[in-house]
Structures are given as C-alpha cells and as structure tokens.
C-alpha cells in the first residue's frame, strides 16, 4: 500500500513553513542558509510527489537540476559567510546592512 | 571683343576686391588695401562707360550683336517706335534653381492623348476633368502619360498629390486650376494645355544690359568709384580700414547684382546684400553701442519690407510662372483687373518703402548716419536707398496695372517728402539734415514713379547721387576740419542734445573762408538741392513736379495731382529753406566756436571728389534739360520706361519753381543769414525757428514722435508679449513642468528609498508577502 500524495504535500508544506520561519526570524547567516536549504528540499518533495502521482518522469529530471544548483548555492553562501566571518568577526545577517537605501 | 561681353566683370571686379581683402587683407597696409579696392571699383567705371558707349552704338545701329539675346523689352505705349532700335540683352551665366522639371516631361507625354469628351455642362471658371474619361482613352501608351500625369501634378486637392491613380475613386473630379475656361473646346485640349512652365521653377542667374541698368550701372560705380577715393583719405587714420575697404566693396558688388540681375530673385539677392552691407558699415564702429543698436534698426525696419517684397515676389511667380523681368512685365499689362495685379505691385512698393526710407518705414535712414560719413554719401543717399525707386522703375508695367497702386506710391512719396522736409529745417545735427533731406528727396523720385515720370524719377535719381554725396562728403569733410579745429586750439566743447560737436552746426558757422575747397563745393551741393536755377537738382526736381501736375492738366481737372504738386511745390519751398539755412549755418557769419576758427581743409584725396560732383552737380541736370529742349536721358531710356510728352508748356511752372526756390532761399536768408545774431547774450545758440514757431519746432525736433510711436505700438507690446512668454510661459509653465517632473521624482525615490533598509529579514518577508500575494491570486477560483 502506498502512502497518498496529500500525506507528501502536507510534509512538504511544513518543512517550507519551518524554512521560512527560519530564514525570517533567524539571525545566524548559517542557520538561515540551512533554512533556505530546507525551503529547496520543500519544493524538490512536492514536485516529486506531483511527478508520482501523475506518473511523469520530467519532475525527476527537474529535481536532480534543482540540487545541484542548491549544492552550488550552499557552496558560494558558505563561502560568503566566511568571508563576512573574516572581516566582521560575526555571522549576524543584521550586521551586514551596509547597502541600506 | 565686345565689351558688352565683359559685363559679368562689372560685378566681378568688385567681388575679387572683397576676395583678395578677406584673404590677404591682413598682410597688406591699409593704404594699399584701400588702393586696392578703390583701383578695381574705378576699374569697374571704366568698364562700364566703355560698355555704356558700346551699347549706344548698338541701339543706333538698331540691332542686337550675334553674341546677344536680344529679348522684346517691356514697352510702354509711347514707346513703341524706340523699341525696335534698343536692345535688352540678357546674359545667362548659369542656371541657379530648377525645380519640378518632370512635369514638363509629364507634358511632352501628354500631348499624344486623343479628344475626350466634352467639358461637362455648367464647368465654370476652372476647368474640371471628370477621371471616369480615362477610361475612353485606347491607346494604353497615351494612357500611362495622362495617369502619371495627373498624379503627379500639382492640384489643389490635396488627395490626388502622389497618389497612384488607380487609387482614386472613379468619378472624382479633379481640377486642372488655372486654365481659362473656354467654350467649345474639348478635355483633351485642357490637359494638354494643364502642363505648364508655372509648375517647373527656374531661375536664372542671368545679367541684363538695358538703358536702365546702364544708368544705375554708371552712377553706381561712378559715385562709388569717387566716394571710394574720398574714402581713402577720410579712413586713413582708422585702424580697420581694411574691414571698411571689403565692407565697401562688397556693397557696390551687391549693388550692381541688384542692378544688373535680370529677374526679380537676382534683384533680391543684390537688396538684402545691400542691405547687409548697410547693416555691417553702419554699425563699423561696433565698439559704441549706440551705433551698434542703429544697424540693428536698419536691418529690422528692412525685413519689414523684404517680407512683403518677398511675398510678392512668390505672388509673381504663382501668377506669371516666371521671376525674370522679360517674361514677367510684358504680361503684367495681361492681369490687370484682377486682384493680383493690385497685390503684387502693393507688396513691391510695401518692400520699397523700406528700403527707400518712405513712409511708414524711414525711421532707420536718420539712425543710419551712425556710420562712417562716406557711407552715409554711398549707401545712405547715393545708391542704395535709390533701390526702391529704381525697383519701381523696373517693375512698372505690374504698377501700371493698378492705377490705385500708383496713386498710393504718389501720395506716399509727397507726403514723405513734406514731412522729412519739416524734420529736416529744425535739425542742427549737419548729417541729420542731410539724412531727412534724402528722406525728402527721395519722397520726389516715389512721387514721379507713382506719377508714371520714371524717366523723371531715374533722372533725380542720377543727379540727387550727384550732388546729396556731394553734400555729404562735403559734411564729413567739413567734420573732419571741425575735428583738426577743435585738436589745434585744444579744445573741448561740451556735447549738445548727444550730438558730437564736430557734426554740431551750432558751433559751426564762417567756415567758407576757412575751408574754401569744400565750402565752395558745398555751397555747389547745397544750392542744386535747393533747386537753385540750372543747377542739377533744379531739372529734375522741375520735371518731377511737372509730370505730377501734367496728370491733371491732361485731364483738364483738379484733383489728387493738384494736390500732390502742391506738397511737392511747399516741399521744395522747404528744401531750398532748409538747405539755405545749413549753408548759412555752417559757412556763413561768425565762428561759433575755437573749433570752426581753427579749422583747416581736408587733404587733396578728400577735396579732389569733391569737386568732381561738383561738377557734375552742376552740369548733370543738362542731359535732361527738358525746358532747353534737351532730352537725352529721355529718349536713351525710353525704350525702358516708355516716352512723355509733355504736351503742354512748362514754363509757368518753371518760372514758378524759380520763384520757389529763389524764395525759399532768401527766406533762409532772411532769418540765418549773416548779418543776423543766432547767439543768444550767454553765448548758446538760439533757433528763431525755435524762439518764433515753438510748437512746431519742439514737434519737428522731436522728429513728429514717429519713433516714441513706433516704440509704444510695435516695440512696447513686443517686450510685452516677450515678458509674459519669458515669465509666464517659459517660467511658470515650461519650467514648472520640468522641475515638477524632477521633483515627483526624486520624492518618489526619497520614498522607494526607506524600503531599502539592509536586512535581509525584511527583503526575504517582502518576497514571501509578494509569493503569498501570488499565490492567493491563483487559487483565487477556489473562494
């Protein structure tokens, strides 16, 4: 027996709320990066589960593109974040305001 | 080698003067740069008398040369016998503007066409062409033509213009504009005659070689040949004598363009070269602004009349399809009736008044003695004021066709001449009394054109150049002595009413005995303005007032020529005042200051003109002396302006003219003359004109307000209108609309701004609100 898509989409949905709450309300550059991470994977599981479910294999393909741009992504965040680490001595995001209108 | 062939050189040497001035001007020391120029325009003399006894030769011999093109000349009634013997020879030296000359080619297609069908009943004036007719021509060839023809052609109906034909609704009536409606005859002969030369735009930069020009051309390089020489001597000490030289050059060759051109378009060239010319010697003395502002003047109460010259002049060519003289004049007799004929010859004599300094447009020519005073004798009394008088001259047969015209050009001339005349007696200024003195004259050269005596108006043309440049070089001479007068004794009189001392009268006086040379040909100058019997200015003012009054008497009435001859008769009363009481003023009596007892003559370069327009001040009056029989002028002319006959006597009226002027010099006698004291116990000049008519004298001293008239109706709601488009306009409107732009603007960006705070939070809350925004929008079918 197969467990229903709504089951997948539901999971899907809290994970990109938790994602979001910690991309907002976090203050840590890393832990919003990992957030954002989390939002990604949100999106990959749904489109996963559209793709089951309508028995589409294009959705895969998409998926396997949509991780190895979150890898490079993550790569080039971490290496921004320690770079402000080196120069700021912190990884608060607030403290990187300087662009401010 | 015919000389007659040279007569592009005329111009040409003038022009090369101007070339080699601009050039190699700098390099060269002034004296010679003035040399220079004065050699090539006395070259230029030269050249035309030779071409003018050359052309004699050929008018008696009564045929044109093979080289020539002898054209039918513009011939008035009494002229026909002379016609035949006097050529008009026209020298085309290239072909300046061509415009449209597919449609003729259009027209040589078009004659093929078979006959159509009848004009449609009841098609009156215009000629209608009803394009369903196409349709009845066979031949496809001949079809083409008239289909390409038509579209092309110029129409009134805007639609039809470049459109192919197979456009047009069938049926729509086109009109072919400016065909004579005729009876009887047929479509096809209108569209063959449709296509004409009005609708190809030619000009020809071509030369014309007639008695007139011949006359204009010898005074214009004569007078300017002296006045040149005399020029040499008066600028010797100027520092831009070679700016002067060029300027001066290039006027007598746009003068002898405006004489010599052979079409209207040529004549206009040559009048706003001249009146450039004007505009740049009247100013030479940039450095004051007053003088500066003056050319300024000038050259704007000129474009008044060159618009309207202008735009008779496109009258002209919609009209007669031509600008040049010998296709034009012989068929302005052919309009005569229509409304055309009146407003061409109105816009002419509206473009002459400007340039010829007559009513309501002379203001400028008194501002105009700012300049050099050689340019004054030239530009400002010889020649180029005379432009508008020989413009009418020219044009005659398109003034002759409406009557009305010549009458409002007669009644402007005298009344100008009256209200100079008054202007001028009250003046003290010397060069101001010589300037409404050639206002005046020249009001008598408008009355004899408008009283269809050109030949009398071309001959007060030729002898007033004589002797008003006379008069005036004798002024700057006079200047000049006054200068070295005041520079010996080391004085330095007050200026007066801002006139500049040396040209002040009131501290003239008993200069004749001081400076003979220039006195006694002053006097010469003087007395043939006033009329003084057998001098130049007597046989032509003479003739002029003759022909007017010959009007009526021809007539057997009293009406507006009476009239006109009785302000002409009081003007010359005045002239001959006015000129007694200048002579008196300045030669006359005591000195009236350090400057007039010290005076000394000008050198010889000066004096030597001055006697030869002496000279000819007083025998130049014998080529027409009609009252001794003599009518050279006259009879060389005639085939040109058409013969008078005087057929009645006039020697009441010279007797009368002798008393006049006789009278009116012996009135100035009377009031200025030596033995009376015109200086009042603390030593200022006093007027009697002043102490005896004040009203009259505050009024014409004031020159009749003309100028404060003008300021407070044409200059004052000008600045007017210029204030409110400034502040209100450009200000308050285009302004304020820029800046609010800028302003909304940098508002919004001050607003935009406090978005950009920094945080990253804040940027990804806005995203999120943007993607919850979108996301409620799509599944907005599900509520």
Redesign the interface.
Known sequence: MSIPPGHFLMLAAVLFTIG?AG???RRNAII?LMSIELMLNAVNLTLLTAGRAMGDIDSHVFVFFSLTVAAAEVAIGLALVVAIFRSLGRTE??D?????? | MSLIELLPLVPALPLAGVLLLLAGGRRLPGKAAAWLASGLVGAAFLLSLGIAIEYRGLAAAGSGSEHATPEASAEAPGAAEHAAEAPVIVQTLWRWMDVGADLVEISAARQELPMLEAVPEGAVGPAWFDLRLLDAVEDPAARAGLEAGLSRMWLPEAVVGEMPMQALPAGMLVTLDNVPPAAGRDAATLIVDAPRRERRFTVDLALQLDALSIVMLLVVTGVGFLIHVYSIGYMAHDADIRRYFTYLNLFVFSMLTLVLGAGFLVMFVGWELVGACSYLLIGFWYQDPANASAGRKAFIVNRIGDLAFLIGMMLIWTTFGSLAYGEVLPAAAGQAGTWVALAIPALLLVGATGKSAQIPLFVWLPDAMAGPTPVSALIHAATMVTAGVYMIARSHSLFEAAPQVMAVVATVGALTALVAALIAAVQVDIKRVLAYSTISQLGYMFLAVGAGAYVAGIFHLMTHAFFKALLFLGAGSVMHAMEHGFAHAHAHPETLDGIPPEQDMRHMGGLLGRIPATGWTFVIGGLALAGFPGLAGFWSKDEILFETIARDLAAGRVGLWTLLYGIGSLTALLTAFYTGRQLLMVLAGQPRSAGAEQAADSPWLMTLPLGVLALLSLVGGLVNAQALGIHALADFLAPVLGGHEAEFSALPFIGLAIGIALAGLGLAWWVYGPKRELLAEDGAFVDPIATRLPRYHKAAWNRFYVDELYAWLVVRPFRRSADFLWHVVDEGMVDSTVNGAGRLMAALGGWLRGWQTGYVRSYALSVLAGAVIIALWLFRAAW
């Open positions: 979001v991309a907002i309300l919003v995001v607030d990187i305001s300087v662009m401010h209108g």
